[in-house]
C-alpha cells in the first residue's frame, strides 16, 4: 500500500487534496485536527492532517462493500431445529444486504458517481433507492436529460421533500434557560460557551451560567475560563437546593445557559438523577448535543436513551473531524428532530454555525462537485 500525508485548513480540502492524487479508491487512514498555540486556549487555528494510502482498486471495492460472514454450520446442533432457524434467519438477513447492496447496479452509468457520493457519506440504501428511483421516474416521464448538475439540484430537492417538517434554527430568544445534554467529551461546555458569547456579543443580552458537571475540576474550571471571558456568572450546583439558589440568584439575567455531565448516562439512574437536580418544568429549552464522529449506531443508542428528556433539536458538533455527514440526516429522519447548530471547530465564539435547512442540504453535499465524471 501506498501512504502519503496531507495537511490542509478544512478536512474537504484535505480530501480534495488525496482524490487528486488517488482518486475515489483512497483509504484514509487516520485523520487528525492539529491546533496551533491560541490566548488562553481559545482563538487558535487549525489545520486538518490526513494519511491517506491506496490499494488495489479491487481491494478497495470488496473492502467497501459490508463483509458477510456464512454462518458456520455446527455438526453438534445439525439437527436442531432452533439452530436451523437460526440459520435461516442469518441467511434471510444476508441476502437482504446483499440485494441492498446490488440495487445501485439497477440504475443507469450516469446516476453512479453521485449514488456513490451519497453512500460514502453514509446514506442508507433506501434513501439512495428512492433517489435513484425519483432521477429515473423524472427522466422517464419528462424525456429530458439529467446530467449530473442536474442530478445534484434533483437530490437537493429530494432532500428538502424529506426535511420540510423539521424544526431548524438555534434558540429561540424567547425562554430563558438553555439546556444542554449528551455524554462526556462531545463539546458541550465548548458548544454553549459558543452560544453565550454569541447571545452576549450579537444581542447584548446578559447571561449566566450553571454547571452540575462537578464530576471534574477540570469542566468547572474549563466553563469559568469561558465565562470569565465573558465576564458572566457561573453557580455550580450539586443538587435541588443548589440549583434553585442559582435560579434565584440570575434573576435579573436575561439567559441561563446549563451545562451538565453525560459521565453516567448509560445507568438507569443518570435520567433520575438529572431530573432531581435540573427543573425541567421552567421556561426551558434543551438540547442534544452529538458529535458527528461517532458512529450513528453509536449516536442511536445516545438518543434512546436521552429520549426521557424534552429535546427539543439536536447540537452537532466535530464536522471539521469527518467527511461523511449521511448520519445527520438518518438520524434527523428517524427520530423527528431538526438541527439547532452544527459546530466546525474548537474556537469559541467562531466554529458555530446556526442550522438552517439550506446550510444542512448543503453540508450534505459539499464534497459532491468531486465526483463529477471527467
Ligand atoms: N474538532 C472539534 N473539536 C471540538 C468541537 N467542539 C468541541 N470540541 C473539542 O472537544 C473536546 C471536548 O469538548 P467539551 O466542550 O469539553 O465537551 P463536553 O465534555 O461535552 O463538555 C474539547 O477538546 C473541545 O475543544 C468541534 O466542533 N470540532
Ligand atoms: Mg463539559
Redesign the pocket.
Known amino acids: 500500500m501506498n501512504m502519503k500525508k496531507y495537511k490542509a485548513d478544512t478536512m474537504v480540502n484535505a480530501m480534495k487534496k488525496v482524490r487528486a492524487d488517488f482518486g475515489d479508491d483512497a483509504v484514509i487512514l487516520s485523520s487528525n ?1 492539529v491546533y496551533s498555540k491560541g490566548f488562553l486556549g481559545l482563538f487558535k487555528k ?1 489545520s486538518v492532517e490526513v494519511i491517506a494510502g491506496y490499494d488495489t482498486p479491487k481491494e478497495q471495492v470488496e473492502r467497501k462493500v459490508e463483509p458477510m460472514i456464512m454462518p458456520t454450520p455446527n455438526p453438534k446442533l445439525d439437527e436442531s431445529t432452533s439452530q436451523l432457524k437460526q440459520e435461516m434467519r442469518e441467511m434471510k438477513k444476508m441476502l437482504k444486504t446483499m440485494q441492498h447492496s446490488s440495487k445501485m447496479g439497477r440504475f443507469p452509468d450516469e446516476f453512479q458517481p453521485i449514488l456513490t457520493y451519497l453512500r460514502q457519506q453514509g446514506m442508507t440504501n433506501d434513501v439512495i433507492n428512492e433517489i435513484g428511483d425519483s432521477m429515473f421516474n423524472y427522466v422517464k416521464e419528462t424525456k429530458e436529460d439529467l446530467p449530473f448538475e442536474k442530478q445534484i439540484e434533483h437530490v437537493k430537492r429530494f432532500f428538502e421533500r424529506r426535511l420540510a417538517e423539521l424544526p431548524f434554527g438555534g434558540i429561540s430568544l424567547e425562554k430563558k434557560y438553555i439546556n444542554v445534554l ?10 454553549i460557551a459558543k452560544i453565550a458569547a454569541r447571545v452576549l456579543l450579537e444581542k447584548k443580552k446578559k447571561v449566566g451560567f450553571i454547571t452540575t ?1 462537578t464530576y471534574r475540576i477540570a ?1 468547572i474550571e ?1 466553563l469559568r475560563t469561558y465565562a470569565n471571558l465573558l465576564q458572566a456568572p457561573v453557580e455550580v450546583v450539586y443538587n435541588a437546593a443548589d440549583f434553585k439558589q442559582a435560579i434565584d440568584k440570575f434573576a435579573d439575567l436575561d439567559f441561563v445557559f446549563i ?1 451538565t455531565a ?1 459521565r453516567n448516562y448509560k445507568e438507569a439512574k443518570f435520567v433520575e438523577d438529572l431530573k432531581e437536580v435540573v427543573d425541567f418544568s421552567l421556561d426551558m429549552e434543551t438540547f442534544l ?1 452529538l458529535s458527528v464522529t461517532s458512529k450513528e449506531e453509536d449516536m442511536s443508542v445516545i438518543i434512546d436513551q436521552f429520549q426521557a428528556f424534552p429535546i427539543e433539536k439536536f447540537i452537532f ?5 469527518t467527511n461523511s455527514l449521511g448520519s445527520l440526516f438518518n438520524l434527523m429522519r428517524n427520530y423527528h428532530r431538526g438541527i439547532a447548530y452544527y ?4 474556537e469559541v465564539p467562531e ?1 458555530l454555525e446556526e442550522a438552517t435547512q439550506e446550510n444542512i442540504i448543503d453540508l450534505l453535499l459539499e464534497g459532491v462537485s468531486d465526483a463529477r465524471p471527467s
Open positions: 485536527v487549525k449528551g455524554p462526556t467529551g462531545v463539546g458541550k461546555t465548548t458548544t458537571d469542566a474549563q451545562d453525560g448535543v458538533t466535530k464536522i471539521d473531524e459546530t466546525n471547530g474548537q466554529d
